[in-house]
């Protein structure tokens, strides 16, 4: 009897207890690290202030035989570089950074509000037409004109690529540093933006259907992840059920939930460190590369100069897994120990009991001494 109850203890933690235990371990980190105001709100608007900086040194570089020696794609950057005209201006002329560090910051940092609590929540409206607009700039035509004017005239093979590439034959960032019949330029390059902006949403709605939504006490943001911690009652109930059938006394119980807890802690801990850091070493050994024509050389200078945005995004999106799974090994060996304590208790109690002196013989009284029976005895 005492075998089958350690058998069906052990099956409900095993395959009941511990699989939604580490489950939800990953569920729990990835749900608070996806819905913090840092990771929607505060990262976006790092990157919106680093970009334009960061571009103009990408752009500089790029020239640079130093950064890259892929001379088809160096030339594309020495020739936009003689039209006197950088990224960060480029941008200031067709209102993409107003648009970017005022309207699209906000935006955000509304959103981070809400998720915060400091704010009811609210629909949020991301204006994207802004964006497309900047594209189809004419300032980005006059841009693209006058690199290409800095460019040699094409060849004849030269002149047949743009062809092709005006037919959609070929991977537009393949096209040769060269300057073709300006018609088809325009119409590749043209053909090219049309298609990007088609391809967007005029706008991003957040929170929707919030009117009546009433205000959550710990914000959107604490809500969302207090409910995802409740999800750890039940592997609890299970490893807590299992402990009770499996263990004949209180030490036991509480030695086989610390263990089971462990059991479940333990792997997630180690699968959250091992992805971290693999991820971390991925982005750092393995950079980008848009295509075979383009140097991966400006995948790395790109990398090298906005690495820092994964690297955040890594961070922030298993960190909290990383805590969560080192929060619930502590309780596991909170709960190991205090079985070692209970055990001691209970050994201690039948001691004390054991060494109470044992109640005194009634002693005679004189009327009894005195007694004619006590006489005669």
């Known amino acids: 009897m005492k075998i089958a109850r350690k058998i069906l203890g052990l099956f409900l933690i095993l395959f009941l207890g511990l699989p939604t235990l580490f489950g939800i371990i990953w ?20 990157i919106i202030a680093d970009i334009p900086n960061k571009a103009d040194e990408i752009f ?76 189809l700039n004419p300032e980005v035509d006059r841009f693209l004109e006058e690199t290409l004017n800095q460019l040699p005239p094409c060849d004849e093979q030269g002149q047949k690529i743009w062809g092709e590439f005006s037919e959609n034959h070929y991977d537009r960032r393949g096209l040769p540093a060269c300057r073709p019949d300006l018609g088809v330029a325009k119409e590749v390059l043209l053909n090219e933006r049309t298609q990007a902006v088609r391809d ?13 939504i009433p205000s959550l006490p710990f914000g959107p943001s604490g809500t969302i992840t207090f409910i995802s911690f409740l999800l750890f009652l039940i592997p609890a109930v299970f490893i807590f059920l299992g402990s009770i059938i499996a263990a004949s006394s209180p030490a036991g119980i509480f030695r086989w939930s610390g263990i089971s807890v462990m059991a479940g ?21 393995a950079p980008f590369s848009w295509h075979d024509n383009w140097s991966s050389e400006l995948g790395e200078l790109v990398l090298d100069k906005l690495g820092w945005i994964p690297t955040r995004i890594v961070d922030q999106l298993f960190s909290p897994v990383i805590g969560v799974a ?48 006590s006489e005669q005895k």
């Open 265 to 285: 802690g333990v792997p997630a801990l180690l699968l959250a460190l091992a992805t971290k850091y693999f991820s971390l070493w991925a982005i750092k050994a």
């Open 60 to 135: 500089r570089e790029a020239q640079d035989e130093k950064y890259i020696s892929n001379n088809n794609t160096r030339a594309w950057f020495q020739a936009a570089a003689k039209t006197g005209i950088s990224p960060q201006d480029l941008m200031k002329k067709t209102g993409l950074l107003e648009w970017m560090r005022g309207e699209l910051s906000d935006s955000l940092r509304q959103i981070g509000m809400v998720l915060r609590g400091e704010r009811r929540p609210r629909q949020i409206i991301i204006n994207l037409r802004p964006l497309k607009e900047a594209l």
């Open 27 to 46: 569920v729990a980190g990835i749900t608070k690290a996806s819905v913090s105001a840092e990771f929607l709100s505060d990262l976006p608007r790092e």
């Open 326 to 373: 080192i929060v619930v090994c502590v309780v596991g060996i909170v709960l190991f120990a205090l079985s070692f304590y209970m055990q001691n208790d209970a050994k201690q109690t039948p001691l004390l009991v054991s060494s109470s002196p044992a109640p005194a013989a009634p002693q005679k009284t004189e009327a009894q001494e005195k007694s004619p029976d």
């Open 200 to 212: 967007m949403d005029n706008e991003l709605e957040v929170f929707q259907n919030v009117r009546h």
